[in-house]
C-alpha cells in the first residue's frame, strides 16, 4: 500500500478529500472504505460527552477528559478543570470514547492516552498509571497487554 499527500488549495481548511485507488475492487479496499467511511462518522459526530449531573447537563470536550472511574453506578469523570460525579456504566461511557484515544485498563477505570504521563510497577504485576492532572489510576494485569499495544510497546 502507497500512502501519499497531495496540497489542494481549493479545499477548505477543515475539508480533507481521500481517494482510494486500487487495480480492482477487493476485499482489502473495501474493507479500507468501511474504516475511511467510520472514521469520517466520528470526525463529523460531536466530540463532546453529555455529563447528567447535578440537574443539569454538561458538555465535557473528549479532549479534556483525563479518566473515568466507576464505582457501582457511580462514574466520576476527571477532567482537567473539574471532576463531575453522575450515575451511570462504564461500559456505555468507553463504547461513546472508544474510537478516540481512550482505553480501558480495569473493569472500574478508563483513561484518555493523551493525558498518560508515565507508568510504574505496582503489585504483582499490575501498574500504576500516572495522568496529566495528577491523577493515579490503578492497571490491571488483564488490560495491561492491550494497554501495551496501544502504546506501541
Do not use: C
Not at 30 to 43: H, S
Not at 97 to 103: A, D, K, M, N, T
Not at 138 to 143: A, D, E, M, P, Q
Amino acid at each position: 500500500m502507497n500512502i501519499d499527500f497531495h496540497q489542494d488549495n481549493s479545499l477548505s481548511s477543515d475539508d480533507i478529500k481521500i481517494l482510494v485507488s486500487a487495480n480492482k475492487l477487493s476485499p482489502k479496499v473495501m474493507d479500507l472504505l468501511e474504516q475511511l467511511n467510520k472514521l469520517n462518522e466520528e470526525f463529523t459526530d460531536s466530540q463532546m460527552l453529555p455529563v447528567s449531573t447535578n440537574d443539569r447537563i454538561v458538555m465535557v470536550a473528549f479532549d479534556d477528559i483525563v479518566g473515568i472511574e466507576v464505582y457501582g453506578n457511580q462514574l466520576t469523570i476527571y477532567a482537567l478543570n473539574a471532576t463531575y460525579e453522575t450515575n451511570g456504566k462504564l461500559k456505555d461511557v468507553f463504547h461513546k470514547l472508544s474510537p478516540y484515544h481512550f482505553i480501558q485498563i480495569s473493569r472500574s477505570a478508563i483513561i484518555n492516552l493523551d493525558h498518560l504521563k508515565s507508568m510504574e510497577t505496582a503489585f504483582s504485576g499490575s501498574m500504576t498509571a500516572f495522568l496529566t492532572n495528577g491523577l493515579k489510576l490503578n492497571v490491571s494485569r488483564k488490560y495491561l497487554p492491550g494497554l501495551k499495544r496501544s502504546l506501541k510497546l
